[in-house]
């Protein structure tokens, strides 16, 4: 079955650490986006890529990196510069033309 | 910030119809409007969407007035699975513009 996968479910860090999150798609989507959601808010959107080695800052990526070297999978790494890391964090893919995002299951950081 | 207004909470009996209101009184003539919902600790899923007439398909149905200001999800049979934050918005339809999610409604389906 196509669909994004995010790994893993839940991780724990110390602070100060760097953290990679890993998202893949096997959907041959060209568009990938990370968001982060806090508790009771919405999504905010943190880095967003339309095609391979190509990709955008969000409204909150201060203390984000991301890398888009293969159409599949776009990691995102969380530097120790990101002063309120512990979030679920939301990766999404689209086609850039027609159709609805679709997400992966999130993974929940904890840093402390 | 999101283009839309959605109350914060709803609550419906199981077997009811649900109808969640979305105000998007600034959308443009390109713009559709998207619904999601998410179900505790998942990643959001894709409901339906539309542009000015109204959709349906085996999920829900979309209702959007004439003047596009305004639409109107609508689950025709609420089930306890159902309960979950549905987000209303607006974006135009080129997969290029990433989708900002407000806060949503939190639906409760109560038995």
């Known amino acids: 079955d196509g669909g994004i996968t995010q790994s893993p479910k839940y991780l724990f860090r110390k602070e100060g650490q760097n953290v990679t999150l890993s998202c893949e798609q096997n959907?041959?989507?060209?568009?990938m986006y990370w968001y982060r959601q806090d508790p009771g808010q919405g999504l905010r959107l943190i880095y967003y890529?339309?095609?391979?080695?190509?990709?955008q800052k969000g409204d909150i990526a201060e203390g984000y990196s991301v890398s888009r070297e293969k159409k599949e999978s776009f990691p995102l790494t969380v530097t120790s510069a990101q002063k309120n890391p512990t979030a679920f964090y939301l990766c999404?893919?689209?086609?850039?033309?027609?159709?609805?995002?679709?997400f992966g299951n999130g993974t929940r950081l904890t840093v402390t | 910030d999101a283009k839309t207004t959605q109350p914060p909470s709803m609550d419906c009996a199981e077997g009811r119809a649900a109808n969640l209101p979305c105000n998007h009184s600034?959308?443009?003539?390109?713009?559709?409007v998207y619904w999601y919902r998410q179900i505790h600790s998942q990643g959001p899923q894709y409901i339906i969407h539309g542009l000015k007439n109204n959709e349906t398909n085996e999920m829900a149905s979309l209702i959007i007035t004439e003047d596009r200001k305004s639409s109107t999800l609508i689950l025709p049979h609420a089930t306890l699975r159902d309960t979950a934050v549905y987000y209303c918005i607006v974006s135009s339809y080129s997969g290029n513009t990433p989708l900002v999610f407000g806060k949503g409604t939190r639906l409760s389906v109560i038995a």
């Open positions: 890529s339309q095609i391979v080695n190509d990709f």
């Open positions: 999404a893919s689209t086609d850039r033309f027609n159709s609805p995002l679709h």
């Open positions: 600034t959308i443009s003539g390109n713009e559709y």
């Open positions: 959907l041959n989507h060209d568009a």
